[in-house]
């Protein structure tokens, strides 16, 4: 059964990139996609974007420009970078995993990681 | 991007209540719709996937229907390990999107 473990700083500035990292262990890497999902404090679930373990990614239009996705099959890895970050993105960052991309259909996602708050402040 | 909505937004019920919790898109994703359980401080948690289908370890209490664009979540006899946010999601097209939760809380 697979676990996801992810870790990253928690505390930025304006400006400054968010870099999250989630780890995979006790199952298969490849045949999914991984994912990265957000959630402001009392707020709802926005979807960030996916990749494969052939590094294929597909992202939310409204991040495109700031986010990037990137996969380390050696370790069982995939990592999150969000760049020029505002306090609009102070949230919870999840990474989960998903059976089919986004674009396919009938995605959804199982499990998911532990979480880890981001607060952005200058 | 498809718009999910959900109602209410907030229930409170009792411990063995019947609870019905209602999402619609805002355009039609067949039966591509799946529901989440997430309590205080943790990850949300897969309950139904395929608009029906229980994820595996999932209490048979929790139930899903619905096609197209109305689907519901039931919760039959409510217990108190019941009492979370729930969520729905979209798995038809990318971006994948959720609708805005339902808190059920203790009456």
């Known amino acids: 059964q697979v676990q996801l473990q992810q870790w990253g700083a928690g505390l930025l500035k304006p400006s400054e990139t968010l870099s999250l990292t989630c780890a995979a262990y006790?199952?298969?890497?490849?045949?999914?996609?991984w994912t990265w999902i957000r959630q402001p404090p009392g707020k709802g679930l926005e979807w960030i974007g996916e990749i494969n373990h052939a590094g294929s990614t597909n992202y939310n239009p409204s991040l495109e420009s700031r986010v990037t996705i990137s996969i380390d099959t050696s370790k069982n890895q995939f990592s999150l970078k969000l760049r020029s970050v505002t306090a609009a993105d102070t949230a919870v960052y999840f990474c989960?995993?998903?059976?089919?991309?986004?674009?396919?259909?009938?995605?959804?996602?199982?499990?998911w990681g532990q979480g880890t708050l981001v607060t952005v402040s200058s | 991007d498809i718009q999910m909505t959900q109602s209410p937004s907030s229930l409170s019920a009792s411990v063995g209540d019947r609870v019905t919790i209602t999402c619609r898109a805002s355009?039609?994703?067949?039966?591509?719709l799946n529901w989440y359980q997430q309590k205080p401080g943790k990850a949300p948690k897969l309950l139904i996937y395929?608009?029906?289908s229980l994820q595996s370890g999932v209490p048979s209490r929790f139930s899903g229907s619905g096609s197209g664009t109305d689907f519901t979540l039931t919760i039959s006899n409510l217990r108190a390990e019941d009492f979370a946010t729930y969520y729905c999601?979209?798995?038809?097209?990318?971006?994948?999107?959720f609708g805005g939760g339902t808190k059920v809380e203790i009456k």
């Open positions: 006790g199952g298969s890497f490849s045949g999914y996609y």
């Open positions: 999601q979209q798995g038809y097209s990318s971006p994948l999107t």
């Open positions: 395929g608009a029906s």
């Open positions: 355009q039609s994703i067949r039966n591509y």
């Open positions: 989960a995993r998903s059976p089919v991309p986004a674009a396919r259909g009938l995605a959804w996602f199982d499990p």
